[in-house]
């Protein structure tokens, strides 16, 4: 019974060693997903990021999901086929920037209808990895029936994309910001 406990001990003394180390050997250009949440057909997500000149940073991740064809049953079985419009904001260097920031977005939603301001953003290109850096602009809307929204206007290809941010949704993504860094 002693061995058992004890093998069961160091299998969680070794996962904890190796999360760390996995955190400190995070790969280039890879997403490592930290908190996410859906609202309104949206999923917004925060990751941390590792650019090729080594920089860490969490991102908040904004976009909206076009489902173009659709095929359920038939040969092939259900088939869907979907374009992503992404851009993501840089949320800060640590957690506790990531959560001050989502503290400003929150604050964002009292100002008055039509306030507009700009935001420094990358475009997420193939493979998911993040672009050069872009510019998105947010505009305080309300929608009939919703509320107050963060309509985010930003350049994808040839054509302008928008999405809506939710003040549901900051929220989410700010407590399992907290969470996460009470895990740490």
């Not at 070794?14 to 955190?23: E, F, I």
């Not at 860490?56 to 904004?62: K, N």
């Not at 088939?79 to 989502?102: K, M, S």
């Not at 919703?146 to 003040?167: E, I, P, V, W």
């Amino acid at each position: 019974m002693r061995k058992i406990v004890f093998a069961f001990l160091a299998a969680i003394c070794l996962l904890s060693v190796q999360t760390v180390v996995a955190q400190d050997n995070m790969p280039i250009g890879m997403r490592m997903e930290v908190a996410e949440c859906g609202s309104d057909d949206n999923t917004y997500s925060i990751f941390s990021y590792k650019d090729d000149d080594g920089t860490v940073a969490y991102y908040m991740s904004l976009g909206r999901e076009y489902n173009i064809l659709e095929v359920e049953g038939g040969i092939l079985g259900n088939f869907t086929l979907d374009h992503i419009d992404e851009f993501c904001l840089n949320i800060g260097q640590t957690p506790e920037e990531a959560i001050a920031y989502l503290d400003t977005l929150l604050t964002l939603f009292d100002m008055e209808k039509g306030t507009a301001f700009e935001f420094p953003c990358r475009l997420v290109t193939w493979g998911a990895k993040l672009g050069e850096p872009s510019v998105a602009t947010c505009v305080v809307v309300k929608r009939f029936l919703q509320g107050k929204r963060l309509c985010f206007q930003f350049k994808s290809g040839n054509r302008l994309a928008q999405t809506d941010l939710t003040k549901m949704a900051v929220k989410s993504l700010r407590l399992s910001m907290k969470l996460e860094k009470s895990r740490k």
